[in-house]
């Protein structure tokens, strides 16, 4: 059912009135159904600190998920996707409990913790069945969080079919609770907070310690953002993650006792970190430097964006990454070619985002520079690896929403 069109990518309301053929051909016909949608994002700024109790700076994008969903007279479930034939249907009396390893774990974790609300309240008895059609022209497993994507929308999606009555920060808990306690994957707050707390124009200030957030403007007038996809799948790094945490976790507990007052990785001050890194597994130690350094960055790169200091904005990023390369390992060739090729061609800055181990990298360019930038990139890299990386700017996103068409 998936299309190769020629839509303008960051059209929703186009995508959706293709996506509703999708859901005819995928149920049959009859009323038509409900239209969301709910976008990716990029992060900025805060490389690999969501987990260590930092801050970040995301924003979501242009592209994203895309939801149908009609009401059936029956309490029968249908969730199918336009990327995957393999959909998953049951009744709600007999909801599945566990994951079964497949996409459908993402929006049917927020199936089943939205169900267990409505037991707990009593009014489960009163849900009617869904048909549910998921689809998007989010990459997956490029670093642009798809995930939080599809468990955001289908938050949204439920409460408003089931007339759950949840505001925002209780989609993105239950988007969060599904990831991590369903799905399995130990993620940080990121993630579901930039998908559901965006606005246009704005980047997420987001401390991952106390969970404080504020929206921060950037002046898309003067610069856009875009996004090159080295075309390494991410899929295979879930392991490599793990580890990651693993070793800030093992650095914070050798740490900790010489600050008192630390509750995280974040807390660690620099000076304590420098006199006992000599104590640390040495990969322990280089995972810390970059968490600690990082934060300072991320600190200088909100000031840097408040005073409206572009070049310094750009520099930030640029450093981030030759952090994430060098301490925190997690980079690639092909990600380090196109960082440089971004520079070399007069990006601002640039840098992996996401998660890193393929996936892709995020530039910070001045307006009007796209066309050269991103046209040098591409020659530079398919002369090294003999194929034509996707490059699109995107502008910002409003956020997860019902859109009527």
Same mark, same amino acid.
């Given at each position: ?32 159904p409900r239209t969301f949608f709910s976008p990716g994002r990029v992060n900025l700024f805060g ?70 609300? #409505? =037991?707990? &309240?009593?009014?489960?008895? +009163? ?6 059609? $998921?689809?998007?022209?989010? %990459? ?15 938050a949204l999606l439920l409460d408003e079919a089931w007339n759950l009555s949840l505001d925002v ?78 070793? #800030? =976790?093992? &650095?914070?507990?050798?740490? +900790? ?6 509750? $995280?990785?974040?807390?660690? %001050? ?121 490059v699109e700017v995107f502008s910002g996103d409003e956020g997860p929403r019902e859109i009527m068409?």
């Amino acid at each position: 059912m998936s299309h190769s069109s020629a839509l303008d990518p960051a059209d929703p309301v186009l995508h959706l009135a293709e996506h509703v053929e999708d859901f005819y051909a995928c149920y049959g016909s009859g009323a038509a159904p409900r239209t969301f949608f709910s976008p990716g994002r990029v992060n900025l700024f805060g490389g690999h600190l969501d987990y260590n109790g930092g801050p970040v700076m995301p924003t979501a994008i242009d592209r994203g998920t895309f939801l149908a969903v009609r009401e059936r007279d029956d309490r029968r479930i249908f969730i199918a996707s336009t990327l995957d034939p393999n959909g998953i249907e049951f009744d709600l009396d007999e909801a599945p409990t566990t994951r079964l390893g497949r996409w459908v774990d993402y929006p049917l974790g927020v199936l089943v913790d939205a169900l267990v609300r #409505c =037991r707990a &309240a009593g009014t489960d008895g +009163q849900l009617p069945g869904l048909e549910i059609l $998921c689809g998007g022209n989010l %990459p997956v497993g490029a670093g642009l969080s798809s995930s939080a994507s599809i468990c955001v929308g289908t938050a949204l999606l439920l409460d408003e079919a089931w007339n759950l009555s949840l505001d925002v920060m209780e989609r993105v808990r239950t988007a969060l609770r599904a990831e991590r306690g369903f799905v399995g994957v130990q993620c940080g707050i990121m993630d579901p907070f930039a998908v559901g707390l965006a606005r246009r124009g704005h980047l997420l200030w987001l401390d991952c310690k106390d969970e404080s957030w504020e929206h921060v403007p950037l002046d898309f007038s003067r610069v856009s953002i875009a996004v090159a996809n080295s075309g390494v799948s991410r899929q295979l790094a879930a392991g490599e993650f793990n580890r990651r945490v693993d070793q #800030c =976790r093992m &650095a914070f507990e050798a740490l +900790q006792p010489y600050a008192p007052g630390a509750s $995280c990785m974040r807390d660690i %001050p620099l000076e304590v970190f420098e006199a006992h890194e000599s104590e640390l597994d040495p990969d322990c130690a280089a995972r810390a430097r970059h968490v600690l350094h990082e934060v300072g960055r991320t600190f200088a790169a909100r000031e840097a964006l408040f005073a409206g200091r572009m070049e310094e904005l750009g520099g930030a990023m640029t450093r981030t990454h030759e952090s994430l390369r060098d301490y925190y390992a997690c980079s690639t060739p092909e990600l380090d070619l196109l960082v440089t090729a971004a520079l070399d061609a007069g990006a601002l800055g640039s840098r992996l985002t996401g998660a890193g181990f393929g996936g892709c990298t995020v530039m910070l360019l001045n307006k009007g520079s796209e066309d050269v930038v991103l046209s040098e990139l591409q020659e530079r890299f398919e002369q090294v690896y003999g194929r034509v990386p996707e490059v699109e700017v995107f502008s910002g996103d409003e956020g997860p929403r019902e859109i009527m068409l």
